[in-house]
């Protein structure tokens, strides 16, 4: 859903994207229900920004992104956005932020004041509530660390995304080049194991074996009966201490070194041992776990439950409250990788927020589909705006 913003001087423009594997404890995104769009309307959320929002907002000074946050929250008054919809507050809060960039003349990245252009994560394979192909887990991603610019690293990922579609088509057939959600393929892959050596291979084929890792998103809520309290994964049923197992024995075997969400949106306690077997090894990140939002993220802070933090701005609704999470994040030596959703829009801002916060990481999918490819074409356009490149190659990592 688009919001557009004007001032005297200006205007901003922002769309808040939506997710197939939402977090319960996620802010609201509202919809209209009933039979239209098969229930998935947005035009009471849309009323909303051209009713009270607008009204409310008439008058204020665009550049006080905090005090407009502040006022979408307190017009909202629920703890969820359930009122107003975190789809209007997210696309409002984003759209003034990008006038306050386009009123002063430059990107929105030189507003939040970072120059640190993120190492991408590049989800080439697709699983879970993202394709129909019956791998548990969610993403297979390549990250493409060691290169010395942005530019040359994206070129890595997208030959190995080309290099992976060719060996896809000889083990599987050329009807299992299809995509997922995200842009990456979606074979038939029997095992969490084939998914990765599949990677490996594309990553060996280009010769990048040492210049380009590989990442995981288990999504695990997806695939966990809570009756039973087990997860289900290459068609075991195992129990939170064996699925620990089966993630350990895979980062030995693999050169994984991130993993987000290997648990269920409520384990704290298993996602901190898991960290702490994993430590020095591999980055854990939090996503459905802490939603973005500071509440869930001093719990799991206190669990010592990541190390770090999945941020997505519609997660909590407004660009503010996103801030105070990647901040809490900083002062407890944590990680953030700025994240889009499976539900994406064309719309760039989280290129210019994972600059301008400068924690050096970045989720936005295969380098496919115009909706993917928007965040990486903005993050070049950066680039080149940046006298020094300013690429954060590994060092945003926290393992
Ligand atoms: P979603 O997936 O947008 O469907 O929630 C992305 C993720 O889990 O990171
Ligand atoms: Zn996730």
Redesign the pocket.
Known sequence: MQADVYTARGNGRASSPS????GVHEALELRDGGKKWGGKGVSKAVANVNGKIARALAGFDVSDQQGIDALLCGLDGTENKSRLGANATTAVSLACAQCAANERGVGLYRLLGGKKIPAPMLNVLNGG??AGNGVSI??FMIFPLYFPTFSESLRAGSEIYHSLRGIIAEKYGAQATGVG?EGGFAPPCRSTDDALALLERAIGECGYQKKVLLAM?A?ATSFYDAKSASYKVDGKRLSAGELSDFYVSLAKSHPIISL??PFCEEAFQDFAALRARLAGRVQLVA??LTVTNVERLAKAIECGSLSSL?LKVNQVGTLSEAISAAVLCRRNHLGVVV?H???ETEDASIADIAVGLGFGQI?AGAPCRAERTAKYNRLLQIEEELPSGGFARASGIVL
């Open positions: 997710g197939a594997s939402t509530k993202h969610q993403e959600d998103d999504a987000e969400d996503d459905d999945l994240s959703r499976s539900g989720k």
